[in-house]
């Protein structure tokens, strides 16, 4: 249960609030609201009125969405509502850790959940007339059945696609926390008549599949690695998670910092079931290549989002920046090269254990192999856009003399606009190789971290981004270096150093 509910008393012209603690009205039957805040509420609980909403909330003061949801309410029987602005006080950052955390278990224990979806903020509320545009339709004769002869217009939405409404756009957790798990392993989300959202609809969801993370636990050797002979079945699990991130990452949340505490709730659920550890939004098993997540940056229409402001977790993990992720291919343990000396993160608050990370707490330690670099912009056709490369050194071998060669790949920035500071301009930047796997055609493919100095003391890295590379194991001499008769490009392996011990912050 929440830790507080609003509870509803009155008739439909008279509607009276107040705020009840949970301790008090026991295990009651309670419905909850999803809706979409619109910036900061003019009406919520904190610390200063608090001991008032016991008494009585005002109703005619509240936005129009809680209004609205206490008519609903009250409509179909329900004394009691949980609404996340009146029942947890606000400025009280322990509790809001402790009831976000919860939310897994406060909409999946509700009756029914309301969701506002036509309403981009809460004094727009969502019980008034809807005056959608002018659609081509058809009609079709319908025989009731007390034998009329009646009618049904058939008409096709928005060529083909759902319309979006504004809570589609808002994080999602709620919404796939407020079902009934157990019903999404039958069923899943519904959508009037399909089963399924369109394809890259904003209301695609990932619903929970239970069964599929338990199996994760079997595949899970005793050092925390998944076994080679179920890695099918270990693959299949850790990609439910993947999905689940890249889904709620597309959505926009209030308040960015909450990024690690909306999501925490489906943590716990993995944790319980898979037995895996979870790290910031990774999972042990997988590190490596949990470790190679991206943030999904459009070329063609860009949305520049800028590095948050207050610390969301270190710098390999995804919680730390705000955007939509995405994962790459699940490498085999035989992939995975570098080594993982520890990795070790805390919460910020001990009662909600997998949300809000202590700021500097997160530090991975890794050996793995280097090379110095430095980052470039390639112009694109597109007056004014830009991808981001990577200029990877190291030395190679022509007619028996050593060079030092190049090779340019690409990576992508965490943050769209990353700012290369004086310490970068001098220092340049190390790349990482985290996973090497050769194809048949004995192209070389390799993944890892792009870093750069945290400090100027120069003690520890911060990452940048993530870098992939896949050709021939070539590099080009630089200009000055090349003769008359002499070839451009050498055999050379940028990574041929004896593994580095570095930590990542």
């Not at 003019?42 to 206490?70: G, H, R, W």
């Not at 079997?218 to 299949?236: A, D, V």
């Not at 860009?302 to 993990?317: D, E, F, H, L, V």
């Not at 048949?440 to 945290?454: A, E, H, I, Y």
Request: charged share 25%.
């Amino acid at each position: 249960m929440p830790a507080r509910l609003v509870e509803i008393t009155g008739t439909s012209e008279t509607i009276s609030l107040r705020l009840r603690q949970t301790e008090e009205v026991g295990s009651v039957p309670f419905a909850a609201l999803s809706y979409c805040w619109g910036g900061e509420q003019p009406m919520k609980c904190d610390s200063s009125n608090v001991v008032l909403y016991v008494t009585a909330i005002p109703f005619e003061k509240q936005p129009q969405t809680i209004k609205d949801a206490a008519r609903v309410c009250q409509g179909m029987g329900f004394q009691y509502l949980w609404i996340d602005a009146l029942c947890i006080i606000q400025e009280n950052s322990t509790e809001k850790s402790v009831e976000i955390a919860k939310m897994t278990s406060i909409y999946g224990s509700a009756m029914v959940t309301v969701v506002a979806a036509r309403s981009s903020s809460a004094t727009e509320g969502f019980l008034g007339e809807r005056f959608p545009g002018p659609k081509k339709g058809a009609l079709v004769p319908y025989r009731c059945f007390d034998g009329e002869l009646g009618s049904i217009t058939l008409v096709k939405l928005d060529d083909g696609f759902e319309s979006v409404e504004p809570v589609d756009e808002r994080d999602e957790m709620d919404m796939l926390q407020q079902q009934d798990l157990r019903a999404f392993l039958a069923k899943g989300l519904t959508d009037g008549w399909k089963r399924d959202a369109n394809y890259s609809s904003k209301r695609k969801t990932e619903a929970l599949n239970l069964e599929n993370i338990r199996t994760a636990k079997s595949t899970i050797g005793f050092y925390g690695r998944p076994r080679n002979s179920q890695f099918k079945q270990y693959l299949n699990a850790m990609q439910h998670w993947e999905k689940i991130c890249e889904t709620f990452t597309q959505r926009a949340l209030t308040l960015s910092s909450d990024r690690a505490l909306a999501i925490s709730g489906i943590a716990q659920i993995f944790i319980e079931l898979s037995g895996d550890k979870y790290i910031a939004g990774l999972w042990k098993s997988y590190l490596h290549s949990g470790l190679l997540w991206k943030i999904e940056h459009s070329h063609v229409h860009p949305k520049n989002i800028p590095r948050p402001t207050t610390y969301q977790g270190p710098s390999w993990a995804w919680l730390s920046v705000n955007g939509p992720v995405q994962f790459g291919q699940v490498s085999r343990p035989s992939e995975c090269i570098a080594e993982i000396l520890s990795c070790e993160t805390e919460p910020a608050n001990e009662t909600a254990p997998y949300g809000l990370i202590r700021e500097g707490s997160g530090r991975l330690v890794i050996a793995a192999r280097t090379a110095p670099a430095s980052r470039t912009k390639t112009p694109l056709r597109s007056p004014g856009r830009f991808k981001d490369e990577v200029m990877i050194l190291g030395f190679g071998k022509s007619f028996g003399k050593p060079f030092v060669c190049h090779v340019s790949t690409e990576m992508r920035c965490d943050v769209q606009e990353a700012e290369i500071d004086a310490v970068e301009q001098t220092a340049g930047c190390l790349v990482v190789e985290i996973t090497r796997r050769t194809d048949r055609d004995n192209k070389l493919c390799c993944q890892g971290l792009v870093l750069r100095w945290s400090s100027p003391e120069r003690k520890t890295y911060s990452r940048v981004g993530r870098f992939t590379y896949y050709g021939d194991r070539k590099g080009r001499l630089f200009a000055e270096h090349v003769k008359a008769g002499q070839p451009a490009e050498v055999e050379f392996d940028w990574f041929a150093d004896e593994p580095k011990v570095i930590e990542i912050i």
